[in-house]
């Protein structure tokens, strides 16, 4: 069995919102949720190869998916001592019984700020949750990192997190995504998701980013195809966190293909009711 320190997995490829330079490509069209029936059997499989110390459960908006409790119920039962984090712009939240998050055990929400100007509909939807309990510990988490506040139960962390700075991971010429041709240590290093990889419709791609795009741009990752079961797996988990040929695609520093997170000109609501 393989360890390795996240997993993230892919259950639902829509997103209610649409992020310039997200690396789920939530600004393309994207439709659909991985079939639950799918899903079960993909983590059926790589849970006889992979031990992951955290399962992220991903999207696009993992939320749209109605059967998200199930798959997290899932995922604990095949890996059993993970921690689950739901990755969540958190707009959806209360589609779903907040005691089931309590259920699921060693479970955390992070939930992601997109806009500025939605942060108490956010707030609502997580004390929404936190209602459901009386003891929570509140940390305050001051400087540059991404998470913000979190709040402590002992079946449950939510918090909250902000992303500035999104580099947008290809290059679009004439409406085609294409790579950058960048020395692949060098666009690591400025990489907005350097050590996630990915399970992606059954296989197992290096990040977010290379199997969104080769989901929906087909050839441009140029000779990268993603992992199966039967393929050898020690070099994949090596590369964990380390810069490949496959970075290439992504843009160094120079290229200067960063976008401010925080204009709300580059955040665009797809839903338009969110109470
Ligand atoms: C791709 S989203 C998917 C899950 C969910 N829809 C959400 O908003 O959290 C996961 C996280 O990636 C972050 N993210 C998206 N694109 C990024 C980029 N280019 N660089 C850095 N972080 C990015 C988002 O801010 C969010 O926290
Ligand atoms: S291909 Fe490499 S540089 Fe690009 S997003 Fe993935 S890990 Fe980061």
Request: net charge neutral; glycine share 4%; proline share 5%.
């Amino acid at each position: 069995m393989l360890i390795v320190p996240r997993l993230d997995l892919m259950i639902a490829y829509s997103c209610n919102i649409s992020c310039a330079g997200c690396i789920s490509l939530s600004d393309f069209k994207r439709n659909g949720i991985a079939p639950y029936d799918d899903i079960k059997s993909w983590i059926d499989i790589w849970s006889t190869k992979l031990q992951p110390q955290v399962v992220a459960i991903f999207g696009g908006e993992p939320c749209l998916h109605p059967g998200l409790i199930e798959i997290c119920l899932y995922v604990r039962q095949q890996w059993p001592t993970c921690k689950i984090r739901l990755i969540t712009n958190g707009y959806l939240l209360d589609n779903f019984d907040s005691d089931a998050f309590f259920n699921i055990k060693n479970f955390e929400i992070q939930v992601s700020v997109h806009r500025k100007d939605h942060e108490s509909i956010i707030n609502d939807k997580i004390k929404k949750i936190l209602l459901h309990r009386k003891s929570w510990k509140v940390n305050q988490i001051g400087g540059e990192h991404h998470k913000q506040i979190e709040w402590v139960n002992e079946d449950l962390t939510i918090y909250k997190s902000i992303f500035k700075d999104f580099v947008i991971p290809y290059r679009l010429d004439n409406k085609t995504i294409v790579g950058w041709n960048s020395d692949p240590a060098e666009s690591h290093k400025i990489c907005g998701s350097p050590s996630t990889p990915i399970l992606f419709k059954g296989k197992l791609y290096k990040c977010p980013p290379v199997a969104n795009i080769i989901d929906i741009a087909k050839h441009a990752h140029m000779n990268y195809t993603g992992y199966d079961v039967n393929d050898d797996l020690s070099l994949f988990v090596d590369n964990i966190g380390k810069p490949e040929s496959v970075c290439s695609f992504c843009p160094e520093q120079q290229h200067n293909n960063v976008i401010n997170h925080l204009d709300i000109a580059n955040v665009q609501i797809k839903q338009k009711n969110f109470s």
